[in-house]
């Protein structure tokens, strides 16, 4: 009970020091980082307590980007918010691999989820996740598919990798293989991750990959697809992608899920 007494009380001089180093910081971006001060400021008040605090600076990291999600879809502050947390906490797998996500789709970043990870890696060694999200973002954000064949095979070989993550080395090293792939992967991250929002980023993948083809369909012959199982009868997918929530179909030129 005492600890987190004493929590509550060094978050409250927490925010009373930020308050007071923040003063001349005018606008809403720089109250914001009221609540994300410096990784070495806050290293130096949490002693003993980092695990706790990580998780609080987690929770918060996440109404702030929900807030800007649901307005200006700008994030500026995220990738600080992120390296602080991992300061605190250096084995948070999440907040390495859920963070480069979000660093590359949402703030269109890829050097800083680069930098997250690679800051990841050093800091956990043996995690398989970590270079397997560094392989996903350089196929599906940088299209550099020899860097992603690369960390797909380090990724492979940590002890407990799952054998997909080897198919996936081998894969991109095939070419012709690009939209089997790229369906494989978001698949992949659907059904491994535990976090609603990175399935929801998956399925918005599957949608545009598969909207793309038909697209390229029309483009090709002059006409809408009528359904997913003409585009796969004629080799625009290679499969249909199935999800536990429902499946994928073409309803007035429309990817939706049934």
Do not use: C
């Amino acid at each position: 009970m005492k600890k987190f007494i004493l929590l509550f009380v060094l978050m409250g001089l927490l925010f009373i020091v930020e308050v007071k180093g923040f003063q001349w910081i005018p606008g809403r971006e720089g109250e914001e980082l009221l609540f994300f001060p410096s990784g070495r400021f806050v290293n130096g008040i949490s002693s003993g307590f980092e695990n706790i605090l990580a998780d609080f600076i987690w929770i918060e990291a996440g109404v702030y980007y929900g807030g800007h999600r649901m307005t200006d879809r700008r994030y500026p502050y995220l990738y600080h918010i992120l390296d602080v947390l991992t300061d605190l906490d250096p084995y948070f797998i999440s907040a390495y691999t859920l963070g480069a996500a979000l660093l590359s789709d949402d703030v269109e970043r890829t050097d800083l989820s680069m930098d997250l990870l690679n800051k990841g890696i050093y800091n956990n060694p043996t995690s398989w996740e970590i270079p397997f999200i560094k392989g996903f973002i350089h196929y599906i954000y940088t299209k550099d598919y020899h860097e992603a064949s690369r960390w797909f095979l380090l990724a492979s070989k940590k002890e407990d990798a799952p054998d997909m993550v080897f198919k996936f080395a081998t894969w991109t090293m095939v070419s012709g293989k690009g939209v089997e792939v790229a369906l494989r992967l978001w698949l992949s991250i659907y059904y491994s991750s535990k976090s609603l929002l990175m399935k929801e980023k998956a399925i918005k993948g599957l949608t545009k990959i598969l909207r793309m083809q038909a697209l390229r369909f029309e483009e090709d012959r002059g006409y809408f697809p009528h359904s997913l199982s003409e585009l796969k009868k004629l080799g625009y997918i290679p499969f249909i992608p199935y999800l536990d929530v429902g499946r994928f179909v073409l309803i007035e030129n429309e990817i939706r899920i049934e």
